[in-house]
């Protein structure tokens, strides 16, 4: 009878460790699954997420390849960067793209790193800081070194760059792992 009773309780013991176990490798296998889901709905980098939109970032994409930032704006950030459209390049002088990304990546550089902020600027923010600034408008430091003027003109958010141009923010907080993106609707050029 101890031996039957010695039995039992072994078995329910080995019963009970085995389910344990199997629960442990569930719970283990659910929490693999659940960050390769979110692995795989996270937006990719700044450039990956322009990559992902030719339609509208396949000059920029271009241009970010010529002049060798694809790493930096790849990299850990937190960036933020107004980014022309297609449109936006089209926009320049005939041949200005062309000229800047096969013989004057230099300057093109200088010109991209003018449209990357430091940190992650999102719209809300931008707009309570140009609040608080008032009718000059908020200077913003750009990579470039420059510096933007950020103001709200009929509730959106214009960007004056050294030469006085202005620029609209056409839309905003365009999530990527390593920041955020504002599209814009023309090309900032620094002094």
Same mark, same amino acid.
């Given at each position: 009878? !101890?031996?039957i !009773?010695?039995?039992? &309780?072994a078995g329910t ?9 199997e629960t442990?490798? %569930?719970?283990?296998m659910m929490a693999?699954?659940? /960050? ?10 700044i450039v990956?997420? #322009?990559?992902?939109? %030719?339609?509208?970032f ?9 002049a060798?930032?694809?790493?930096a704006l790849?990299?850990e950030?937190p960036l933020? +960067? ?5 449109? /936006?390049?089209?926009?320049l002088? %005939?041949?200005? +793209?062309? %000229?800047l990304?096969?013989n004057d990546?230099e300057?093109l550089? /200088?010109?991209l790193?003018y449209?990357v &902020?430091e940190?992650r $600027?999102?719209? #809300?923010t931008?707009?309570?800081m140009?609040e608080?600034?008032?009718e000059?408008?908020h200077? +913003?430091?750009t990579?470039g ?15 004056t ?6 620029v609209?923010?056409? /839309?905003?907080?365009v999530?990527?792992s390593?920041?955020?993106?504002? +599209?814009?609707?023309g $090309?900032?050029?620094p002094?």
């Amino acid at each position: 009878m !101890k031996f039957i !009773k010695l039995s039992l &309780v072994a078995g329910t013991a080995l019963a009970l460790a085995a389910c344990a176990s199997e629960t442990e490798t %569930e719970d283990s296998m659910m929490a693999d699954e659940t /960050a390769m889901a979110e692995e795989a709905t996270a937006p990719g980098t700044i450039v990956e997420v #322009a990559q992902g939109d %030719e339609a509208t970032f396949s000059t920029l994409v271009a241009a970010v390849t010529a002049a060798g930032l694809g790493d930096a704006l790849s990299g850990e950030g937190p960036l933020t +960067v107004f980014a022309p459209t297609n449109d /936006a390049f089209g926009a320049l002088p %005939e041949g200005t +793209v062309e %000229e800047l990304t096969t013989n004057d990546t230099e300057t093109l550089g /200088a010109i991209l790193q003018y449209h990357v &902020v430091e940190g992650r $600027v999102d719209a #809300a923010t931008l707009i309570g800081m140009i609040e608080a600034a008032g009718e000059e408008g908020h200077p +913003v430091p750009t990579l470039g070194g420059g510096e933007l003027t950020a103001t709200l003109v009929d509730g959106g958010v214009v960007l004056t760059d050294a030469t006085g141009a202005t620029v609209n923010v056409t /839309a905003t907080d365009v999530e990527a792992s390593n920041g955020l993106i504002h +599209v814009i609707d023309g $090309v900032l050029m620094p002094q």
